[in-house]
């Protein structure tokens, strides 16, 4: 079993930045892939960023350039930098996990096993 813990998130004007980490417990994380995805009121879960076990990483598209996933194995903590925010980014972003064979990663929410509570980021204009 894997525990994931999400903070960081909060009140953030439009072009404004935040971090939110991921700390995880009850396993290492080195041999999981970590996404963060992100749900708007009304709308579905999707896919913000993901990375591999080996680092490799994904985004999409409309965060491609402005925000960055990245991982520490040694903390057992994932990051996402968010810079130039939009308030269609407003939603609440969780972390989640998967264990994988090599360096593969998943970039679909159904995929992941293990996710957090989610933390609320809201941008306002």
């Known amino acids: 079993q894997v525990q994931l813990v999400e903070s960081g998130g909060g009140l953030v004007q439009a072009g404004g930045s935040l971090r939110l980490s991921c700390a995880a417990s009850g396993r290492t994380i080195s041999s999981y892939a970590m996404g963060w995805f992100r749900q708007a009121p009304g709308k579905e879960r999707e896919t913000v960023a993901v990375?591999?076990?080996?680092?490799?990483?994904a985004y999409t598209d409309s965060v491609e350039g402005r925000f960055t996933i990245s991982r520490d194995n040694a903390k057992n903590t994932v990051y996402l930098q968010m810079n130039s925010l939009k308030t269609e980014g407003t939603a609440v972003y969780y972390c989640?996990?998967?264990?994988?064979?090599?360096?593969?990663?998943?970039?679909?929410?159904?995929?992941?096993?293990?996710w957090g509570q989610g933390t609320q980021v809201t941008v306002s204009s």
């Open positions: 990375i591999g076990s080996s680092g490799r990483t």
């Open positions: 989640a996990a998967v264990r994988v064979s090599g360096t593969y990663y998943y970039t679909r929410p159904n995929d992941y096993i293990y």
